[in-house]
């Protein structure tokens, strides 16, 4: 025989129990303790819909007990109560509770102020439901995309029948909590559930067993959370058929364990064949009382049905009578089980999430206490466009002077008068100072009665509404939420492994992973200045520009003078937004009959959204090709550069033929390249760009060759040195958001005759304005920190972005941001104990007759 | 999830595949005076708004719709 453990206790499990079940057989009566009052707490709605019956299951807390399938080798604990939910010591306060209304803990802790983080704690492990496994291996969720034409929410008679209708119009999915009519009691409502199942499926419809919607969003869209995934669902119309729960009734005593909801009761006694008791009162105010009280009978329990208001239910640890007003007059009855049908709340909080008009109601969430040929025709109207107003079930149950309304969170009738009294006045403020509905079960229970609440102290129509619905609806698990959250995309160049292999530390830079140094950056730095050095720079954004139109939305939208630069030059680039602020920069070379763009690596998705946005608002004939991925990109740097490209290549590379700034095609190694000679770095330099599929053999091509002059590879620490000592400013780290190019001393990359481009009016309007802010060169008589503050005479007036100790510039130096002082840019500083002195730039090699070769 | 943007290319796509490029404005000013105007005082309405939409990861195209500020209903 299968058995499960429930607190160390051994229980059997019989074929297609619930854990509910197989605890209900074995005698459990008590689940949970409740929040506040530990008052106990028994099998409830029994449908998955209140939070009665949360267990802790294997390590994963808060699982609902009645609609859990129990099986073999299960360990279940309950989750409340010390030492146990059978017996809480903290079940004095239910004594208590009356002398500690709502809000009492915040006002009695609040003085003296040290007094809430004590009593806080206390409290909360007093409250709470289960423990957070934390060192449960982190569970992931997969999550899987659909897009259907109309999504099913609930796979009852009024769901599948829309399905079947709808899949005449499109792919349908429906989802359903549980396996189809597998919760069923009713043998007409199963037989209508088996043959519109076949029917929707014969249709083409796709059912999703076991999958519960946990939120609808714009769209529509809704996400379902099934036994090992997450679906998130794009849907152009959602039908929410997800049905009516009974309604939650309000009287003393109305929490008792053996107080059933009545369709969680004929599911214990039809289904799983355990009897609620010896003798059982149904009280039914709606049509489904006999078929109830015969379905609770099955079991062997002894029924008397009655119609009225409960007035109120007595008992210890589980209810022993109940009184009755009903239409004959007051009756009392002694039971052992009390099953309510006393009105219909429908399950509508998907339906009330969102103002979508493609999301809509079918069946007894819109019309409630409806027939089977009501739900099926409700659903077959919804798929063809004509769904049902939602409508309110009528005469809403009544609630007595006193009993709990939110079940969850302890809140009861007295509560909620009380803190009317305090000035409370509307539904939505009844919520956030009693915390009714806040709980695990979402207001499933008790929505209706905060906002009847309301309305019956003639609260303002604006203030008397059903509280906001809002994911989720189910508790998913966190797992489950995090889905792919955490995938990161990382991308790595083609010489990845060579970096690797050659002992570099990898830094991340943006998406990318990029060689920081490979061991000694000095060197690396001397190998550029006085040899040869190349460096992996395939991360930068690349982009082809071709068509009648280029040279147009080249001059249009950035400050250079593109008709300026001839076929086979190059120029240094900035690119500034329309407010007239550096946004990027980059270089642009004249190909023969179109241009070749680079900018900086993190830019690239930006770059390219920009510069299609201009092809398309300016109406261009242009055809832009992101070539970042494609090309690979090698610079070779270093007064031997030509040298060591001469012994690979049969190209014309002199000083003519390729010029600083300039462009050529070339073949190194075999291999096409697109060489670009550029000067970020201060020495004679060529960048490659090539085919990304042959970087290896032309990295492995120029190491060799470039053993004669003692080739090293440079990384990210070695080049932030080498633009240093050129005064060269890296975006982002020497710059912010609001830098237009004067404020950076990048004045003449602005071609200010030009009639228009991006951002010329802005910089025509800061023009007239005193530049209150620069970037300035500083050299330092000590060594320097970045990020420290530069002050003049105590008062900080400015900040070191960038700084290192320079070899080639002769000692530390950086850049830095200063502020004017009354109009004046100070030249002294002091950062901590050492003195800046602002400084021309370059630093090195002021006069660029290194880079020109 | 939630709002859908209907791309003139890949049809009806999630609107996190596309990133948003503000309202809708014009793409010059006639004059420097005018031009602070159409950078920063945006219309910022509580409506139906003109905007730009970026497929960034789809055919990368940009799209022109009008979207309801307030339900994020977006119509064609």
């Known amino acids: ?853 | 999830m939630s709002m859908v943007v209907t791309c003139p290319t890949c049809g009806r796509r999630p609107f996190t595949e596309f990133s948003f490029g503000g309202e809708l404005r014009d793409v010059a000013s006639p004059d420097t005076a005018s031009d602070f105007a159409r950078v920063y005082l945006h219309d910022n309405a509580d409506g139906p708004q003109e905007e730009r939409w970026f497929h960034l990861l789809g055919c990368r195209r940009w799209v022109t719709l009008t979207r309801d500020t307030g339900t994020n209903r977006v119509e064609a």
């Not at chain 1, 299968?2 to 019989?14: A, F, H, I, N």
């Not at chain 1, 929707?200 to 419809?205: H, L, N, P, T, V």
């Open chain 1, 1 to 853: 025989m299968p058995s499960l453990r429930l607190d160390g206790r051994r229980l059997e499990v019989s074929d297609g129990d619930t854990i509910a079940a197989a605890a209900f057989r074995a005698g459990v009566r008590t689940f949970t303790r409740s929040l506040k009052a530990h008052r106990r707490r028994g099998l409830y709605c029994g449908t998955g819909d209140c939070a009665n019956c949360l267990v802790t299951v294997d390590g994963l807390p808060g699982e609902r007990a009645c609609v859990t399938p129990a099986t073999d080798g299960m360990r279940v604990e309950r989750e409340t109560g010390w030492p146990s939910a059978d017996r809480d010591a903290l079940a004095i306060n239910d004594r208590l509770h009356r002398f500690m209304p709502v809000g009492f803990y915040y006002k009695v802790f609040a003085r003296p102020r040290w007094l809430w983080p004590i009593a806080e704690r206390v409290i909360r492990r007093a409250t709470g439901t289960g423990t957070l496994p934390v060192n449960a291996p982190a569970r992931r969720t997969p999550t899987r995309f659909v897009r259907v034409r109309t999504l099913v929410i609930g796979g009852g008679v009024a769901g599948l029948a829309a399905a079947a209708t709808a899949s005449t119009d499109g792919s349908v999915l429906v989802a359903d909590e549980a396996a189809l009519g597998a919760r069923t009691t009713d043998a007409a409502a199963r037989e209508a559930i088996t043959r519109l199942g076949a029917e929707a499926r014969a249709a083409g419809a796709d059912i999703l067993a076991g999958h519960a919607a946990i939120g609808v969003y714009e769209g529509p869209s809704a996400a379902l959370v099934g036994p090992d995934e997450l679906v998130e669902v794009e849907a152009e119309r959602v039908i929410v058929a997800t049905g009516s729960l009974e309604a939650h009734g309000v009287f003393p005593g109305n929490d008792l364990p053996g107080v059933w909801l009545g369709r969680g009761a004929a599911r214990m006694a039809a289904i799983h064949g355990v009897p609620i008791g010896k003798h059982a009162v149904v009280v039914a105010n709606t049509d489904e009382g006999a078929q109830l009280a015969d379905a609770v009978r099955t079991a062997g329990t002894d029924v008397t049905l009655v119609a009225g208001r409960v007035l109120e239910a007595r008992g210890g640890h589980q209810v022993t009578s109940v009184t009755v007003l009903t239409p004959e007059g007051r009756r009392a009855f002694a039971c052992d089980a009390l099953v309510l049908s006393l009105g219909w709340a429908p399950r509508d909080t998907l339906l009330r999430m969102t103002v979508e008009p493609e999301v809509v109601g079918a069946g007894d969430v819109v019309r409630p206490g409806c027939t089977l040929d009501e739900a099926e025709s409700s659903g077959r109207a919804a798929a063809r466009g004509n769904a049902d107003e939602p409508r309110e079930a009528d005469p809403w149950p009544i609630t007595e002077h006193d009993g709990y309304v939110c079940v969850c969170e302890d809140v009861s009738m007295h509560d909620l008068e009380h803190a009317w009294d305090e000035g409370w006045t509307s539904s939505e403020i009844l919520k956030r100072y009693t915390t009714a509905t806040m709980g695990p079960c979402q207001g499933a229970l008790c929505s209706r009665h905060l906002a009847e609440h309301a309305r019956a102290k003639g609260a303002a129509p604006a203030a008397r509404g059903r509280t906001t619905a809002r994911p989720p609806v189910r508790g998913p698990r966190l797992g489950d939420l995090t889905g792919g959250v955490h995938e990161q995309a990382e991308r790595r160049t083609a010489l990845h492994d060579r970096h690797v292999s050659a002992g570099a530390r990898m830094d991340h830079s943006g998406v990318w992973l990029r060689p920081g140094t490979y061991g000694d950056v000095a060197d690396e730095i001397r190998a550029v200045r006085e040899r040869v050095s190349v460096m992996d720079v395939s991360t930068l954004a690349k982009f082809l520009l071709a068509g009648r139109d280029a040279q147009t939305l080249l001059d249009r939208v950035f400050p250079l003078d593109v008709g300026a630069i001839a076929p086979g030059r190059a120029r240094y680039l900035l690119a500034l937004d329309e407010a007239g602020y550096v946004m990027d920069d980059g270089l642009l070379a004249a190909l023969h009959s179109s241009y070749f763009l680079t900018s900086t690596s993190g830019g690239a998705d930006r770059m390219e959204a920009w510069l299609r946005n201009w092809i398309d608002r300016l109406d261009l004939h242009v055809h832009l090709v992101n070539q970042t991925s494609q090309l690979g990109a090698i610079n070779v740097a270093g007064p031997h550069a030509r040298d060591l490209l001469a012994t690979l290549s049969v190209d014309d590379l002199s000083r003519d033929a390729l010029p600083y700034p300039g462009y050529a095609e070339i073949t190194v190694a075999g291999v096409p390249c697109r060489a670009i000679a550029v000067g970020f770095v201060g020495e004679l330099s060529f960048e490659l760009h090539h085919p990304r599929g042959r970087s290896v053999e032309l990295w492995d091509a120029l190491l060799n060759a470039g053993s004669t002059w003692d080739i090293r590879p440079h990384g990210l620490d070695a080049l932030d040195v080498l633009r240093l000592e050129k005064g060269h400013v890296y975006l982002a780290q020497d710059t912010m958001p609001d830098d237009h190019p004067a404020k950076l001393g990048l004045g003449w990359a602005v071609a200010t005759h030009k009639a228009e481009f991006v951002g010329k009016r802005a910089l025509e309007r800061m023009d007239a304005l005193p530049l209150e802010r620069r970037l300035v060169g500083l050299r330092f008589d000590g060594p320097p920190q970045r990020g420290h503050p530069l002050a003049v005479d105590g008062a900080i007036v400015g900040r070191i972005t960038s700084c290192a100790v320079s070899v080639a510039a002769g000692g530390p130096v950086g850049l830095g941001w200063l502020r004017a002082v009354d109009g004046e840019f100070p030249n002294v500083l002091r950062a901590g104990d050492v003195t800046a002195t602002v400084s021309a730039t370059p630093f090195y090699d002021p006069e660029g007759v290194r880079l020109r070769g």
